[in-house]
Structure formats: C-alpha cells, structure tokens
C-alpha cells in the first residue's frame, strides 16, 4: 500500500465516503475495516494486504483505495474500532473506578484482538473514539487526590498507559509463544525447576528466591490487576511536594 501523506490532505476521520455507486458488492470503511480485523484477528498484521482484503469483500483490489489511501489509514480505522469498545467501559463518578475500567477493558480487547497490543505505544492514536478513551482517562486523573495540575495529569497518564503496554504486551507475548512452540508458560517453569533450584540453593540471589518461594503465584488477569492498583494507588498519593 502507498504510506505517503499529502500535506493538506484530510485526516481519514474528517474525509468523507464516496459516494454509493452500483455495484454488485457495495464497499464502506465500515466494511473494509470489519474485513480487515477478521484477516488480523486469524493471521496477524502480516496478513493485511489490499488484495487480500479485497479477496476477502469479493471486490477488485482498486475499488479499495476510494475509501483508505494507504495501509496506516487501515490501520487506524482498525484501532479506533478496538477503542470504540474501550469507550463502552462502564464509567464512574469515582476516578479511580473509571481508571481501572478503563485499563481493564483495554486489556480484554487487547487479548481478544491481539494485533492490537502491536499497536500500542506506536503512533498517535487520534481516532474519535480513542481520543473519547483518551479524554476520559485523562479526566479521572485529573481528580486523583494526587494530582495537581495539567503537568502532573501528563506524568500519570504516562505512567498508566506505559503500565498497560508492558503488560499487555507481555501477555500477548507468552501466549503467542505458548501457541508457536506447544508448551504453557507453568510447563515451561516446571521444566526450569531443578535448575532454577539448584541456582537458588547456592545463596548468591536471595531476594530472587524469596519472590519464588514466598511470592504470590497469582495468573495473567490477577497479576494485571494487582500492579495496576499499585500503579494508580502510587499516583494517588503522589504530592507536588515530593516531585524533583
């Protein structure tokens, strides 16, 4: 696909459809993008080309290009569909509720679509429903007991949402794993035992072997949970005064 912006062109959100025409299979973003996250959602963002997209529509491959210029225009109306379920998370008069609602529905569609973690931490995110999850997060923050002014709602946002990436991606990441090479993630510590034991009986890492044997040994979903709240607990006790 072309990558190449104009310099005056449109955003894709303020673009408008073409026009219906006849045709045997009528097309909108809608349904290109709809398309598009089933090929993803099967086979990954390598899979995402116009033709097999088109193939996929039942159209020719030109008739595409109407309606996304190039393949990061696809990819941001992918996102903005993930986010449009993001948005649907139950908010709350408290901010911290609206901020863990938050975090955990983007892990849930980040597990459903997996492509989606991919795309996280990479460019901007500016679609009307990320910018709706955005605004909302960012409103929460801004009422944390923690928080004073437009500076510190940049550092906690930072700190919330560089949380959700590494964590989502590393999920993501073990599971993908699990799949390629057949083996679950407690398999593969059972078969690191002896040796991680052995390693340990030598004394040179003893914090090491407190976390494994005194350690909460908690799944993905209570894991996440957990260091969210000491993320957004350490923002809430945050004090102007403490910061350098």
Do not use: C
């Not at 996440?224 to 350098?244: C, H, S, W, Y």
């Amino acid at each position: 696909m072309n990558t190449s912006y104009g310099r005056d062109a449109l955003p894709i959100w303020e673009r408008p459809e073409p026009q219906p025409r006849a045709a045997p299979v009528p097309l909108s973003r809608e349904k290109i993008t709809a398309a598009a996250i089933r090929l993803a959602d099967a086979h990954g963002l390598e899979s995402l080309s116009i033709r097999k997209i088109a193939k996929e529509l039942g159209v020719g491959p030109m008739r595409l290009y109407d309606y996304v210029a190039n393949r990061s225009e696809l990819l941001d109306l992918m996102v903005d569909v993930v986010y449009a379920r993001i948005a649907d998370a139950d908010r709350h008069s408290e901010w911290r509720a609206t901020v863990l609602a938050i975090a955990h529905a983007t892990r849930e569609a980040a597990l459903d679509h997996e492509w989606f973690a991919d795309l996280l931490g990479g460019r901007p995110h500016l679609g009307p429903h990320a910018l709706a999850v955005g605004e909302a997060n960012a409103a929460a923050l801004n009422r944390a007991p923690g928080v004073h002014g437009i500076d510190d709602v940049q550092r906690a946002l930072g700190a919330i949402n560089s949380f959700i990436i590494g964590a989502v991606r590393r999920e993501v990441t073990e599971r993908r794993t699990a799949r390629s090479t057949g083996t679950d993630m407690a398999a593969f510590q059972r078969s690191l035992g002896p040796y991680l034991t052995r390693m340990l009986e030598t004394g040179r890492y003893p914090t090491v072997a407190r976390l494994v044997i005194d350690g909460a040994h908690l799944d993905a979903a209570e894991t996440f949970d957990r260091n969210l709240i000491v993320v957004v607990d350490g923002i809430a006790g945050r004090r102007q005064a403490d910061a350098p």
